[in-house]
T-cell receptor, first 114, second 115 residues
């Protein structure tokens, strides 16, 4: 069985400061990893994904995440946050080769302080 | 391409009633998954349908059921509503092909309030 841990339920950060949202997973097989973002009163939107290849993946709005197999982590980072980044972020994992069953973390609320 | 559409957006019911929520996936997507989101429990997987068959199921009581139609549209039904069923119910669609590497596309959810 696979699982995802997001240790930080809330992360306050000042505008233009860097941020890291932590995600650790456990799985006995190869995995695919995703970060989703949820803005208030909306569903989740895909932010970025790791399927294979380069371990560093980037989104169009400046976020990046690095797949670290030895540490079983997929932390999300942004060098300079904006007020509009205030949202809840979910890490998710599926295992390769099987049917779609996604396991989500409990979410991290990012609050950007002006 | 139209996104995932969930109806209704808001719903108020009383204990003991039943409710049906609807989800129209992205055109061409054959997999539809349902999630319950609450402040205390986070995002919990209910079930997934693929080509009209339930393919995966979470740990929810039998009061929660679903179905998928031949056009991939899906409905979720909750019977004998309890106060604890108050939540945001999210639907997500994907191509559902074996491999697991397709991201899910979410609707904006149905917010269900039980009085």
């Amino acid at each position: 069985a696979q699982s995802v841990t997001q240790l930080d339920s809330q992360v306050p950060v000042f505008e233009e400061a860097p941020v890291e949202l932590r995600c650790n997973y456990s799985s006995s097989v190869s995995v695919y990893l995703f970060w989703y973002v949820q803005y208030p009163n909306q569903g989740l939107q895909l932010l970025l994904k790791y399927l294979s290849g380069s371990t560093l993946v980037e989104s169009i709005n400046g976020f990046e995440a690095e797949f670290n197999k030895s540490q079983t982590s997929f932390h999300l980072r942004k060098p300079s946050v904006h007020i509009s980044d205030t949202a809840e972020y979910f890490c998710a994992v599926t295992h390769s080769g099987g049917y779609q069953k996604v396991t989500f973390g409990t979410g991290t609320k990012l609050q950007v302080i002006p | 391409k139209a996104g995932v559409t969930q109806t209704p957006r808001y719903l108020i019911k009383t204990r003991g009633q039943q409710v049906t929520l609807s989800c129209s996936p992205i055109s061409g997507h054959r997999s539809v998954s349902w999630y319950q989101q609450t402040p205390g429990q986070g995002l919990q997987f209910l079930f997934e349908y693929f080509s009209e068959t339930q393919r995966n199921k979470g740990n929810f009581p039998g009061r929660f059921s679903g179905r998928q139609f031949s056009n991939s549209r899906s409905e979720m039904n909750v019977s004998t509503l309890e106060l604890g069923d108050s939540a945001l119910y999210l639907c997500a669609s994907s191509s559902g092909d074996q491999g697991g590497n397709q991201p899910q596309h979410f609707g904006d959810g149905t917010r269900l309030s039980i009085l």
